[in-house]
């Protein structure tokens, strides 16, 4: 079973910041926060992954709070092609040898709307 | 970041018949790779991981018998669904892991819609 809770679907409008949240709060000590996103009818798209530390790339921003018992994915100005299922999971990080599983939830479905 | 090709991107194909998709790594080497399956509205669903050369490990309750699969080389993993059925209708997704390089996650590959008639 999926280790983390999402809200079923967001709005947002373009040209603002969307905020995804995630609850973890079984979360152990060695598990990341991954997040993935699925457009329709395509793969699964990696976005970002932390442990405790707040996170940035070019696609987004993950803040993880203190306790690591929650999270929130910032897109920071939300275009019509963000709109997708938003995958939160917390697994051991992935290295050579270990093949521990991602397992999905049911995700955001996140709409921006002109 | 690392790309992960399927092939065929979409079939169709008559009840009783067996469809083969390929998985393809194609500028890293991939020592795992896993197979999904998705229903319409429903999230993914692991099926099976596999490691390259040895026999793939399943999760419960899907049958090893109705879909091989092969991971023979560090590219290149197969499967396939045998005396396929309607109820086998679904979007298959591949994903691998990477060696060496690549190892901060698992990449996907853009899915196959089987459709069995």
């Known amino acids: 079973d999926a280790k983390t809770t999402q809200p079923t679907s967001m709005d947002c409008a373009e040209g603002r910041a969307a905020n995804l949240p995630c609850n973890h709060s079984?979360?152990?000590?060695?598990?990341?926060v991954y997040w993935y996103r699925q457009i329709h009818s395509q793969g699964p798209q990696y976005i970002i992954h932390g442990l405790k530390n707040n996170e940035t790339n070019e696609m987004a921003s993950l803040i993880i709070t203190e306790d690591r018992k929650s999270s929130t994915l910032i897109l920071p100005h939300a275009t019509l092609r963000d709109t997708a299922v938003y995958y939160c999971i917390v697994r051991v990080e992935f290295r050579v040898g270990n093949t521990d599983k991602l397992i999905f939830g049911t995700g955001t479905r996140l709409q921006v709307f002109p | 970041g690392a790309v992960v090709s399927q092939h065929p991107s979409r079939v169709i194909c008559k009840s009783g018949t067996s469809v083969k998709i390929e998985c393809r790594s194609l500028?890293?080497?991939?020592?795992?790779m896993f197979w999904y399956r998705q229903f319409p509205k429903k999230s993914l669903m692991l099926m099976a991981t596999?490691?390259?050369?040895?026999?793939?490990?399943?999760e419960q309750g899907v049958e090893k018998d109705k879909f091989l699969i092969n991971h023979a080389s560090l590219t290149l993993s197969t499967l396939t669904v045998t005396s396929a059925h309607p109820e086998d209708s679904s979007f298959y997704i591949c994903s691998a892991l990477g060696l060496a390089v690549f190892t901060d996650t698992q990449y996907f590959g853009p899915g196959t819609r089987l459709t069995v008639l």
């Open positions: 500028d890293f080497q991939a020592t795992t």
């Open positions: 596999s490691n390259e050369g040895s026999k793939a490990t399943y």
């Open positions: 079984t979360i152990s000590g060695n598990e990341y």
